[in-house]
């Protein structure tokens, strides 16, 4: 998987050279900013918004592309996404569609048909992805707010790297319908913004996203779910709460100072604890166990469950048809490899065949099955260290024999109930564009490393620029309890 044969020779290509300037985070601009729709209550305050391009809007001059060749840029959506209507009815003007890693798989937006995306700093750092472009758009303070798509990360991955504010809600808290689907089980619409009142704002203020379900998402949570969570938060929803530091408690999890950890995010991240401890909050150790073999799952599901979700850009269902290739019935695979050929890059397609190996009858118990027992108990992990309930799931009885006989119990802190967990947002500051270029595309997923537990358990997640004493971007990461996003955002607004 990782022979320098399988890179694509056209990143191998690309000049970064200064007088390039080789930003590229738009990939299409309407010919007119789309403005909100009339509204009969009094003109809500309008916002500029730029939308990662996996997101379906309907103007004709706005395709939706997933930064794919398999996805005409002559096509144009039949619908709207459910988060664009939303966003639109409360003032969002929309300016363009920005540039991602194809379908959402990668983590610098390098993987994409209309070429990487890149930041205009001295330093020539990573955008991260797979939101890059929505990141660097935000960044540059060309839009008051970026949607992007939070799978394993790839709205706080971007802004940490581009020094911004990433929000990636509880799984099933916002609608996904008209959100081109990489991973259905872990995939979420994320906000970028350069400050958080915007999103706290949109998520919690007083026409709060969190209220609303959608019918056409069948993974939107019901009414009564909603009612049931907010109940269980004790009001904090829609309240305003202060966010107030003192008196609460930020878990530090131990298993997540690995040894590829940067010395220089090592004392970032102790820095901030120690601003916290210094305004009044308590910090203590967590041990979450399962952390090490969660990178491992996450790249078991995620491709297994692209695999399926791709299967239908053949050229006939979907997907720009190689005109070239036979379409007589013999030779119906012949159309179907060549279209999916021509049409997928190369990180896309190594997806696919990680995907289909796993999901295959051979390999399917020991890869497909085995990644989701440890999901189960990365869930388990932070319901045991987190201080209020998951309103999802009974509190649940930690098992020796549950633990595949590789995971080793650490577990000599004990349970300590935490508010959030504090932990820096990836394992280094924004790498250099020309290193990633040279990167082998699997050690990539290691940028992954610290968003992807939260992603497994659905969990509410927020990186925050992090002070760091180098030049570079780095990100904090707060973790918290399922459904405890207006905390979470308050939270992270005072910790900021
Ligand atoms: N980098 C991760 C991946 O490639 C996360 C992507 C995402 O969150 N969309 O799968």
Not at 246 to 265: H, M, R, S, T, V
Not at 348 to 369: D, P, Q
């Amino acid at each position: 998987l990782s022979r320098p044969g399988l890179r694509s020779p056209r990143l191998r290509n690309v000049s970064l050279s200064p007088q390039r300037r080789l930003l590229n985070h738009f990939i299409t601009h309407p010919a007119e900013p789309i403005p909100p729709p009339p509204s009969s209550s009094p003109s809500p305050k309008t916002f500029t918004l730029a939308v990662k391009d996996n997101i379906a809007t309907t103007s004709p001059t706005l395709p939706t592309t997933c930064a794919s060749a398999i996805l005409s840029k002559s096509y144009t959506s039949p619908i709207e996404a459910t988060i664009i209507t939303q966003l639109r009815a409360r003032g969002a003007v929309i300016t363009g569609k920005t540039n991602l890693d194809e379908f959402g798989m990668g983590s610098h937006s390098i993987y994409s048909h209309y070429g990487p995306v890149s930041q205009d700093n001295p330093l020539q750092t990573s955008a991260g992805g797979s939101s890059g472009g929505s990141a660097v758009a935000v960044a540059n303070g060309e839009v008051e707010l970026a949607l992007g798509t939070d799978t394993g990360g790839s709205v706080r991955l971007p802004a940490a790297y581009t020094g911004i504010i990433g929000y990636k809600p509880s799984y099933g808290m916002i609608s996904r319908y008209g959100v081109i689907p990489y991973a259905n089980s872990l995939d979420t619409v994320g906000f970028l913004s350069r400050e958080i009142s915007p999103i706290k704002e949109l998520i919690v203020g007083e026409r709060g996203l969190w209220k609303e379900h959608d019918s056409n998402d069948p993974t939107s949570l019901t009414e009564p779910a909603r009612k049931r969570c907010a109940a269980q938060r004790k009001g904090y929803h829609g309240q305003g709460h202060a966010g107030e530091l003192k008196g609460l408690k930020f878990g530090i999890p131990l298993e997540y100072n690995i040894a590829e950890l940067d010395p220089q995010i090592r004392d970032a991240w102790a820095a901030a604890a120690k601003r916290l401890q210094d305004a009044g909050a308590r910090i203590v150790p967590v041990s979450l166990p399962t952390t090490k073999h969660a990178l491992a799952a996450y790249y078991i599901i995620a491709p297994a469950e692209a695999s399926s979700n791709l299967a239908k850009y053949d050229g006939i269902r979907y997907g720009v048809r190689d005109t070239h290739a036979s379409s007589d019935a013999a030779a119906g695979g012949v159309l179907y490899a060549s279209t999916r050929g021509k049409g997928f890059g190369e990180e896309v397609k190594r997806r696919i065949l990680l995907g289909s190996y796993t999901l295959s009858s051979e390999a399917m118990n020991n890869y497909f099955i085995k990644a989701q027992r440890v999901r189960r108990l990365v869930r388990r992990d932070f319901n045991r260290v987190f201080a209020l309930d998951n309103p999802l799931q009974e509190r649940e009885t930690f098992e020796l024999s549950d633990l595949p006989e590789e995971v080793e119990m650490e577990d000599k802190w004990g349970p300590e109930e935490v508010d959030f967990l504090l932990c820096p947002t990836a394992p280094t500051l924004a790498p250099k564009m020309k290193e990633v270029m040279e990167q082998q595309p699997v050690d990539a997923y290691m940028n992954d490393v610290f968003t992807v537990p939260a992603s497994l358990a659905g969990l509410p997640a927020i990186s925050i620029p992090m002070r760091v004493t180098a030049e570079g971007a780095a990100g904090l990461q707060l973790i918290g309890q399922y459904w405890d996003d207006a905390r979470l955002l308050d939270v992270a607004d005072a910790v900021g």
